[in-house]
Protein backbone atom coordinates (compact mmCIF):
# COMPACT_ATOMS: atom_id res chain seq x y z
CA UNK A 1 0.00 0.00 0.00
CA UNK A 2 1.28 3.51 -0.53
CA UNK A 3 1.77 5.56 1.95
CA UNK A 4 0.75 8.84 -0.01
CA UNK A 5 -1.53 9.13 -3.13
CA UNK A 6 -1.45 12.09 -5.24
CA UNK A 7 -5.30 12.96 -6.52
CA UNK A 8 -6.15 15.60 -9.53
CA UNK A 9 -9.40 17.71 -9.14
CA UNK A 10 -10.55 19.33 -12.51
CA UNK A 11 -12.50 22.28 -12.50
CA UNK A 12 -15.70 22.41 -14.60
CA UNK A 13 -15.41 20.90 -18.06
CA UNK A 14 -17.15 22.99 -20.27
CA UNK A 15 -18.63 21.49 -23.68
CA UNK A 16 -16.93 19.68 -25.93
CA UNK A 17 -13.34 21.82 -25.61
CA UNK A 18 -13.43 20.99 -22.10
CA UNK A 19 -13.75 17.29 -22.95
CA UNK A 20 -11.32 17.69 -25.83
CA UNK A 21 -8.55 19.60 -23.72
CA UNK A 22 -9.04 17.08 -20.34
CA UNK A 23 -8.69 14.06 -23.10
CA UNK A 24 -5.48 15.26 -24.00
CA UNK A 25 -4.52 16.46 -20.56
CA UNK A 26 -4.60 13.41 -18.89
CA UNK A 27 -3.05 11.37 -22.20
CA UNK A 28 -0.07 13.20 -21.37
CA UNK A 29 -0.03 12.50 -17.56
CA UNK A 30 0.53 9.18 -17.89
CA UNK A 31 0.31 7.15 -14.36
CA UNK A 32 0.64 10.56 -12.64
CA UNK A 33 -2.43 10.71 -10.70
CA UNK A 34 -4.15 7.49 -8.39
CA UNK A 35 -7.54 8.82 -8.27
CA UNK A 36 -9.12 11.67 -10.77
CA UNK A 37 -12.12 14.05 -9.70
CA UNK A 38 -13.93 16.40 -12.15
CA UNK A 39 -16.88 18.47 -12.01
CA UNK A 40 -19.04 17.61 -15.28
CA UNK A 41 -22.46 19.45 -14.85
CA UNK A 42 -21.30 21.77 -18.20
CA UNK A 43 -19.55 18.97 -19.94
CA UNK A 44 -22.81 18.80 -22.77
CA UNK A 45 -22.84 21.74 -24.77
CA UNK A 46 -22.02 23.53 -21.62
CA UNK A 47 -25.11 22.84 -19.49
CA UNK A 48 -25.45 19.42 -17.83
CA UNK A 49 -24.43 16.34 -19.24
CA UNK A 50 -25.59 13.37 -21.54
CA UNK A 51 -25.27 9.90 -21.45
CA UNK A 52 -22.91 9.64 -24.11
CA UNK A 53 -20.26 11.74 -22.79
CA UNK A 54 -20.71 10.33 -18.98
CA UNK A 55 -19.48 7.32 -20.84
CA UNK A 56 -16.98 9.57 -22.98
CA UNK A 57 -15.93 10.52 -19.30
CA UNK A 58 -15.48 7.65 -18.08
CA UNK A 59 -13.37 6.09 -20.67
CA UNK A 60 -10.74 8.68 -20.23
CA UNK A 61 -10.46 7.37 -16.84
CA UNK A 62 -11.71 9.76 -14.41
CA UNK A 63 -12.96 7.83 -11.65
CA UNK A 64 -15.50 10.42 -10.20
CA UNK A 65 -17.54 12.89 -11.13
CA UNK A 66 -19.39 15.66 -9.44
CA UNK A 67 -21.59 18.74 -10.29
CA UNK A 68 -23.88 21.73 -9.23
CA UNK A 69 -27.26 23.20 -9.71
CA UNK A 70 -26.56 22.50 -13.84
CA UNK A 71 -26.58 18.55 -13.41
CA UNK A 72 -30.45 18.42 -14.30
CA UNK A 73 -29.96 21.12 -17.51
CA UNK A 74 -30.13 17.26 -20.04
CA UNK A 75 -33.74 15.90 -19.35
CA UNK A 76 -32.30 12.48 -19.47
CA UNK A 77 -30.22 12.61 -17.00
CA UNK A 78 -33.16 11.36 -15.58
CA UNK A 79 -32.80 7.85 -17.53
CA UNK A 80 -29.37 7.45 -16.79
CA UNK A 81 -28.30 8.44 -13.46
CA UNK A 82 -29.20 5.86 -11.10
CA UNK A 83 -27.03 3.70 -13.33
CA UNK A 84 -23.98 6.20 -13.44
CA UNK A 85 -22.04 5.16 -10.86
CA UNK A 86 -19.34 7.63 -10.99
CA UNK A 87 -21.60 10.37 -11.00
CA UNK A 88 -22.43 12.56 -7.86
CA UNK A 89 -25.54 15.10 -7.66
CA UNK A 90 -25.44 17.72 -4.46
CA UNK A 91 -26.09 16.07 -1.49
CA UNK A 92 -28.50 18.75 -0.01
CA UNK A 93 -30.83 18.47 -2.51
CA UNK A 94 -34.46 17.24 -1.16
CA UNK A 95 -34.87 13.71 0.13
CA UNK A 96 -36.40 11.63 -3.23
CA UNK A 97 -34.26 13.63 -5.73
CA UNK A 98 -32.62 11.09 -8.20
CA UNK A 99 -29.20 9.98 -7.60
CA UNK A 100 -26.68 10.46 -4.64
CA UNK A 101 -24.41 13.18 -3.01
CA UNK A 102 -21.44 10.93 -1.99
CA UNK A 103 -20.15 7.92 -2.25
CA UNK A 104 -16.49 6.03 -1.01
CA UNK A 105 -14.61 4.65 -4.28
CA UNK A 106 -12.46 2.01 -3.44
CA UNK A 107 -9.00 2.23 -5.22
CA UNK A 108 -6.66 -1.46 -6.50
CA UNK A 109 -4.29 -0.64 -3.68
CA UNK A 110 -6.70 -1.02 -1.24
CA UNK A 111 -7.22 2.31 -0.24
CA UNK A 112 -10.49 4.12 0.27
CA UNK A 113 -11.73 7.65 -1.02
CA UNK A 114 -14.75 9.28 0.11
CA UNK A 115 -16.39 11.79 -1.95
CA UNK A 116 -18.98 14.37 -0.90
CA UNK A 117 -20.68 16.83 -3.91
CA UNK A 118 -22.91 19.83 -1.96
CA UNK A 119 -24.22 23.00 -3.39
CA UNK A 120 -24.10 26.45 -1.75
CA UNK A 121 -27.19 28.72 -0.83
CA UNK A 122 -26.41 32.32 -1.06
CA UNK A 123 -26.86 33.62 -4.53
CA UNK A 124 -28.07 30.20 -6.09
CA UNK A 125 -31.67 28.54 -6.64
CA UNK A 126 -33.42 27.77 -3.26
CA UNK A 127 -32.40 24.64 -2.11
CA UNK A 128 -31.56 22.70 1.72
CA UNK A 129 -28.93 24.23 3.69
CA UNK A 130 -26.31 22.01 3.49
CA UNK A 131 -24.24 22.22 6.85
CA UNK A 132 -25.59 19.37 9.19
CA UNK A 133 -26.44 16.78 6.98
CA UNK A 134 -22.75 17.48 5.67
CA UNK A 135 -21.94 17.16 9.21
CA UNK A 136 -23.44 13.70 8.88
CA UNK A 137 -21.46 12.07 5.92
CA UNK A 138 -18.39 13.22 6.72
CA UNK A 139 -18.67 10.96 10.30
CA UNK A 140 -20.33 8.00 8.29
CA UNK A 141 -17.37 8.24 6.17
CA UNK A 142 -15.05 8.55 8.46
CA UNK A 143 -15.79 5.03 9.86
CA UNK A 144 -14.58 3.46 6.36
CA UNK A 145 -11.57 6.23 5.30
CA UNK A 146 -9.42 8.89 6.46
CA UNK A 147 -10.03 10.55 2.98
CA UNK A 148 -12.46 12.57 2.24
CA UNK A 149 -12.89 15.25 -0.62
CA UNK A 150 -15.59 17.70 -0.90
CA UNK A 151 -16.90 19.45 -3.64
CA UNK A 152 -18.28 22.77 -2.46
CA UNK A 153 -20.40 24.02 -6.16
CA UNK A 154 -21.17 27.74 -4.46
CA UNK A 155 -21.38 31.28 -5.47
CA UNK A 156 -20.52 33.18 -2.68
CA UNK A 157 -16.70 33.25 -1.84
CA UNK A 158 -17.27 33.60 2.15
CA UNK A 159 -19.61 30.77 2.01
CA UNK A 160 -16.70 28.70 0.23
CA UNK A 161 -14.08 29.80 2.71
CA UNK A 162 -16.45 29.24 5.82
CA UNK A 163 -17.40 25.54 4.57
CA UNK A 164 -13.61 24.74 4.64
CA UNK A 165 -13.24 25.94 8.22
CA UNK A 166 -16.00 24.11 9.03
CA UNK A 167 -14.90 20.95 6.94
CA UNK A 168 -11.42 21.13 8.03
CA UNK A 169 -12.27 21.24 11.68
CA UNK A 170 -14.24 17.83 10.68
CA UNK A 171 -10.64 16.19 9.61
CA UNK A 172 -11.69 16.13 5.78
CA UNK A 173 -8.45 15.77 3.68
CA UNK A 174 -9.84 18.68 1.25
CA UNK A 175 -12.44 21.30 0.14
CA UNK A 176 -12.47 22.56 -3.45
CA UNK A 177 -14.93 24.91 -4.64
CA UNK A 178 -16.06 24.87 -8.00
CA UNK A 179 -19.14 26.78 -10.17
CA UNK A 180 -17.43 30.61 -10.92
CA UNK A 181 -14.92 29.15 -13.44
CA UNK A 182 -12.44 31.35 -12.25
CA UNK A 183 -9.46 29.86 -10.47
CA UNK A 184 -8.56 31.69 -7.37
CA UNK A 185 -4.68 32.01 -5.90
CA UNK A 186 -5.76 30.95 -2.21
CA UNK A 187 -4.57 27.12 -2.53
CA UNK A 188 -3.45 26.91 1.15
CA UNK A 189 -3.80 24.01 4.08
CA UNK A 190 -5.33 24.51 6.92
CA UNK A 191 -5.24 24.08 10.56
CA UNK A 192 -6.11 20.83 10.51
CA UNK A 193 -4.56 19.22 7.34
CA UNK A 194 -7.28 19.99 5.10
CA UNK A 195 -6.05 21.19 1.41
CA UNK A 196 -8.54 24.12 0.29
CA UNK A 197 -9.05 26.32 -2.65
CA UNK A 198 -12.08 28.68 -3.25
CA UNK A 199 -12.40 27.36 -6.75
CA UNK A 200 -10.72 25.28 -8.85
CA UNK A 201 -11.34 27.22 -12.20
CA UNK A 202 -12.61 25.38 -15.51
CA UNK A 203 -11.34 23.40 -18.41
CA UNK A 204 -12.84 24.95 -21.97
CA UNK A 205 -12.32 27.42 -24.76
CA UNK A 206 -9.70 30.02 -23.32
CA UNK A 207 -10.61 33.00 -25.21
CA UNK A 208 -14.03 32.80 -23.64
CA UNK A 209 -16.44 33.82 -21.05
CA UNK A 210 -16.30 31.31 -18.62
CA UNK A 211 -16.26 28.86 -21.41
CA UNK A 212 -19.06 30.59 -23.45
CA UNK A 213 -18.97 32.28 -26.51
CA UNK A 214 -17.50 36.05 -25.98
CA UNK A 215 -20.70 37.67 -28.26
CA UNK A 216 -22.99 36.28 -27.26
CA UNK A 217 -21.80 37.27 -23.31
CA UNK A 218 -21.05 40.56 -24.34
CA UNK A 219 -24.62 41.21 -25.95
CA UNK A 220 -26.48 39.71 -23.27
CA UNK A 221 -24.83 42.26 -20.67
CA UNK A 222 -24.81 45.36 -22.23
CA UNK A 223 -27.99 44.92 -24.00
CA UNK A 224 -30.03 43.18 -21.22
CA UNK A 225 -31.86 41.10 -23.61
CA UNK A 226 -31.87 37.68 -23.82
CA UNK A 227 -29.80 35.80 -25.65
CA UNK A 228 -28.74 31.76 -26.03
CA UNK A 229 -25.19 31.03 -24.92
CA UNK A 230 -22.96 29.20 -27.26
CA UNK A 231 -20.09 27.33 -26.21
CA UNK A 232 -16.97 28.70 -27.48
CA UNK A 233 -15.38 26.74 -30.34
CA UNK A 234 -11.96 28.17 -29.67
CA UNK A 235 -9.34 25.94 -30.57
CA UNK A 236 -6.90 27.46 -27.77
CA UNK A 237 -7.88 25.76 -24.45
CA UNK A 238 -7.42 25.93 -20.81
CA UNK A 239 -6.90 23.10 -17.93
CA UNK A 240 -7.73 24.24 -14.89
CA UNK A 241 -7.37 21.95 -11.48
CA UNK A 242 -5.72 21.38 -8.39
CA UNK A 243 -2.75 18.45 -7.70
CA UNK A 244 -3.56 17.14 -4.25
CA UNK A 245 -1.18 14.63 -1.95
CA UNK A 246 -3.13 13.17 0.59
CA UNK A 247 -1.55 10.98 3.56
CA UNK A 248 -3.36 7.73 3.05
CA UNK A 249 -3.14 6.27 7.11
CA UNK A 250 -4.39 10.24 8.37
CA UNK A 251 -5.90 11.36 5.49
CA UNK A 252 -3.90 15.03 6.10
CA UNK A 253 -3.13 16.95 2.92
CA UNK A 254 0.43 16.92 2.76
CA UNK A 255 0.62 19.73 -0.55
CA UNK A 256 -1.98 21.14 -2.69
CA UNK A 257 -1.02 22.53 -6.27
CA UNK A 258 -2.60 24.95 -9.01
CA UNK A 259 -2.73 23.76 -12.69
CA UNK A 260 -2.82 26.03 -15.30
CA UNK A 261 -2.09 25.18 -18.54
CA UNK A 262 -3.26 26.37 -22.28
CA UNK A 263 -2.46 24.81 -25.00
CA UNK A 264 -3.39 24.67 -28.67
CA UNK A 265 -5.90 21.50 -29.38
CA UNK A 266 -5.15 21.50 -33.52
CA UNK A 267 -1.02 21.75 -32.56
CA UNK A 268 -1.06 18.91 -30.67
CA UNK A 269 0.75 20.48 -28.00
Not at 56 to 76: R, Y
Request: hydrophobic residues 40%; charged residues 20%.
Amino acid sequence: MKENINILFLGDLVGRPGRQSVARFLEHSGNKYDFIIANVENASHGFGLTEKNYHELDAMGIDAMTSGNHIWDKKEIFNFIYNADKLLRPLNYPEGTPGIGSKIFELSEGVSIGVINIQGTVFMSPIVPPWEMLRAEIQRIQYKTPIILIDIHAEATAEKVSCGYIADRLSVSGIIGTHTHIQTADERILEHGAAYITDAGFCGAYNSVIGMEIDDSVKRLTTCLPVKFEVSPNDEVQINGIELNINVKTGYALNIKRINEVFSLSRGN
